[in-house]
């Protein structure tokens, strides 16, 4: 009578190797096929049970290296999902970061919180809201975010985060990880930033948003041509050396966006409309063409938020004050505009004050203090801002056109920011008091502005008042040359083109200022220096 084989329970598809007693624990990789020749040799396989002592013949095209090639190390105390590969102690899964794309409409919310927690590390992302913008991008709970709109922001505050994410608009690209997996990476050693940068893609570069103003000669000196195939994309084409180039379009690039409007939203022929009405500026969103197969092939949208600026007529300027025994040297003032909106404008006192120092514009409006957006503040909140700030305050300020360009364009005011110490030189100049006139010296604030006729004059209107002595600014056009150059509504004009008029009846000083050409050089002072009417005008103003 045969000996009854003993049964050793295996993982499925194995055999033992070719000796009957081994303790090394060395298996070989059974093939579909190998399995078939067995059956057809007559050895029984039931649920993985192989008899020891009955060696199943092998009938393979396999050579015995290659099959000494497929062993592997297998622990009977972890168990084998994949005979193919090799378990071991310290394996984990690759850190993988999600892009999340959230689009929201004007005024809604994306969602979801950004917080800092004592003892966890990260921007951790909170309170998603269920069904919300951000839920259906993806975004979870406790997700730590690496990048916001492209740009790395693990080093940067909790403030500055929430600033990008802000400023934003209605479109956000945020690069996340899995708190937990955020973790594991930390404990490792591993960089964050590495891990970014394998995510996104080597040699991928920023869109440019780029102001091109149109030369006499050639024009704006770009056209655009539908790519083939894809009547919403355009390539474009310049002219060598014209505005276009010079503005920091290349040859090749695509256009993504042009005065506010995406491209893939136009047809060729909107476009050429589009492209007419322009006058002599336009403003567009353009990028390389390999960057952009990258932004495709990670379905990640090109927005002006990503852009890196090239010749912007404006941007918002930060001024650091540090307040003298005094003040810090400015009025504010609430003013009404043209549009019917309230703004809050700045005003220097003097040509030695702190406000001075740091390149304040008089006429520039006020749009954050220390980092806050102040747009709904009444002058008193404000005002109260301004002086809970200590000694030192920062302030972001932009011209009145400046503010009107980025609500032209659908883009935030504040997102292309100079700081002080990068500011070009204000259009307002200073004289030194050694070279006032009589009348000047004291506590006055001369500005010497230098005004460029544009097709609708100077910009502003002159008048005279029997109580007060000396012609006066009795209004300047919010958009026009006489604002840009610094002229401020009761400003009193000292000189004209070098030629003192305090003394002169208003039509003397109305026919100078029109021998001056297009061209005109005018001294004034505040009106609170010169002793004439009331600054406030039925306007809510302080001095800080």
């Known amino acids: 009578m045969a000996e009854e084989a003993s049964t050793l329970t295996l993982p499925f598809g194995l055999v033992p190797p ?23 040799a007559g050895t029984h396989i039931d649920n993985g049970k192989l008899p020891v002592n009955t060696i199943p013949s092998v009938t393979t095209t396999e050579t015995q290296d290659e099959l000494k090639h497929r062993r592997f190390t297998f622990n009977p105390k972890e168990g084998i999902d994949n005979p193919a590969m090799v378990i071991t102690d310290d394996a984990a899964p690759t850190p993988s970061p999600r892009l999340c794309v959230l689009k929201k409409d004007e005024g809604a919310p994306f969602g979801f919180h950004l917080l800092l927690e004592r003892g966890r590390q990260g921007h951790i992302v909170s309170k998603v809201a269920s069904g919300g913008v951000a839920d259906r991008s993806g ?3 406790g997700d730590r975010v690496l990048e916001v709109n492209g740009c790395f922001v693990i080093d940067a505050t909790h403030s500055e985060v929430a600033r990008k994410i802000k400023l934003s608009g209605n479109q956000l690209c945020l690069l996340t990880l899995d708190g937990d997996e955020y973790e594991r990476v930390l404990a490792r050693g591993q960089s964050l930033e590495e891990l970014a940068r394998k995510q996104e ?3 991928r570069e920023p869109p440019r948003l780029c102001h091109i103003t149109r030369d006499p000669s050639t024009g704006l000196g770009i056209r655009f041509t539908p790519v083939e195939g894809n009547k919403s994309r355009f390539s474009v084409s310049l002219v060598e050396g014209g505005a276009a180039e010079k503005a920091g379009v290349h040859k090749g690039d695509l256009l993504v966006w042009i005065n506010g409007a995406a491209v893939s939203d136009l047809t060729p022929s909107a476009l050429s409309r589009m492209m007419k009405k322009c006058g002599n500026h336009i403003t567009i969103l353009v990028i390389d063409g390999d960057s952009d197969k990258m932004y495709m ?11 890196v600026p090239h010749n912007l007529p404006h941007r918002a300027r930060k001024l650091h004050l540090t307040r003298d025994s005094e003040s810090f040297g400015f009025f504010l003032r609430l003013e009404r505009m043209p549009s019917g909106r309230t703004a809050h404008t700045l005003q220097t006192t003097d040509n030695d004050s702190p406000a001075a120092r740091a390149a304040m514009r008089s006429g520039d409006l006020l749009l954050e203090v220390n980092g806050e957006w102040i747009e709904t503040l009444t002058h008193e909140e404000v005002v109260e801002s301004v002086r809970k700030s200590g000694h030192r305050v920062c302030l972001t300020t932009i011209a009145p056109q400046g503010l009107e360009f980025y609500n032209q364009m659908g883009l935030s005011p504040l997102l292309f920011c100079d700081d002080d110490d990068d500011a070009p030189q204000t259009e307002t100049k200073t004289r030194k008091a050694a070279a006032l006139p009589k009348a000047m010296a004291g506590s006055a604030s001369p500005r010497l502005c230098t005004v460029q006729k544009g097709p609708l004059g100077f910009g502003f209107n002159l008048g005279q008042s029997p109580q007060h002595p ?13 604002r840009r150059a610094g002229l401020h509504q009761g400003d009193v004009v ?4 070098g030629q003192n008029v305090e003394d002169k009846y208003l039509e003397e000083v109305i026919m100078l200022v029109k021998k001056g050409g297009r061209s005109l050089s005018l001294l ?3 009106k609170t220096d010169h002793g004439t009417q009331d600054l406030t ?8």
């Open 524 to 526: 004034v002072v505040d």
């Open 297 to 307: 092939q990670r379905k990640m949208p090109i927005l002006p938020s990503m852009a």
């Open 470 to 482: 000396g012609t006066f600014i009795s209004q300047v056009s919010v958009e026009g040359p006489g």
């Open 18 to 40: 070719q000796h009957k007693h081994s303790d090394r624990g060395d298996f070989l990789i059974l093939t579909p096929r190998q399995r078939e020749s067995d059956a057809a």
């Open 537 to 544: 005008h039925n306007e809510e103003v302080t001095r800080l």
């Open 494 to 497: 000292v000189e004209v083109n």
């Open 139 to 141: 975004l979870q709970n």
């Open 201 to 203: 893609g080597n040699g």
